[in-house]
């Protein structure tokens, strides 16, 4: 997190969060490129009135967004930055993933996105609210609900990483419009900065989870939630940082 040289300027945690996270949508959209595009067929059949995957896809996205819509709302009005603390941050860093861990060792394999439901969606969906806590990953708790309920890797990280457009969007336009209204033209260079790094950094990270999980468990990525989880949960209860 960058640091304001003056006391005056306002905190960019969550402006910066936001755009590291704008920065990752444009790479989701990118690596997603056809999904969206069935999604844009689907709705010109449906204003046809014929049916389409694309919209039904559509349909579960939105789904899937409104729990999170609500929950966001609410924490952002009454809560603000009320759980980024360090010790909350380590806790769900580990916590989650072993939680992770434990859908994907005992989670069948036997649904595909196109057997997604509206409990089944609402279920991812209400998971992803827990991705307003701090250090809970929304990809992680997304991908961790879908393979409690038996949903393939590849299809899991799929649908995840799709759900995260609307999620990512409109959080990107209301710190948007925040970031407008500060009128701090070193604020803006840096979020416009970091969604740029943000983009690249993504699109490499999503190219390869992507590949890993064609042929692999998430074990690797449990393990870097473990360690990275203790080595906070260390620094938090030793008193260093709070």
């Not at 069948?108 to 409990?119: A, D, K, Q």
């Not at 692999?216 to 906070?232: H, K, M, N, S």
Request: aromatic share 12%; hydrophobic share 55%; charged share 10%.
């Amino acid at each position: 997190m960058l640091v304001p040289i003056f006391a005056g300027w306002p905190d960019q945690g969550l402006l910066l969060d936001v755009a590291v996270h704008v920065g990752t949508l444009g790479a989701v959209m990118l690596y997603f490129w056809r999904d969206l595009w069935s999604i844009l067929v689907g709705l010109t059949r449906m204003a046809k009135g014929k049916k389409h995957p694309g919209s039904r896809l559509l349909g579960h996205m939105i789904l899937g967004t409104i729990p999170v819509i609500a929950a966001g709302y609410y924490i952002n009005e009454y809560y603000g930055d009320a759980f980024r603390s360090l010790m909350v941050i380590g806790w769900t860093t580990f916590g989650f993933g072993i939680l992770l861990y434990l859908a994907d060792k005992f989670g069948m394999t036997i649904r595909r996105i196109e057997h997604l439901s509206i409990g089944s969606t609402l279920f991812i969906g209400l998971a992803q609210c827990l991705a307003l806590i701090p250090g809970t990953s929304r990809s992680g708790i997304t991908i961790t609900a879908a393979r409690m309920l038996g949903f393939e890797r590849l299809d899991a990280a799929r649908f995840s990483m799709l759900l995260s457009i609307p999620t990512i969007l409109g959080a990107g336009i209301l710190k948007g419009w925040e970031l407008y209204q500060l009128g701090n033209a070193q604020l803006t260079s840096d979020v416009f900065l970091a969604a740029g790094l943000a983009f690249g950094t993504a699109l490499i990270a999503l190219v390869l989870m992507m590949a890993w999980i064609r042929r692999a468990t998430f074990t690797p990525f449990v393990i870097y939630r473990l360690l990275l989880g203790a080595a906070l949960l260390a620094l938090a209860y030793s008193g260093g940082v709070s």
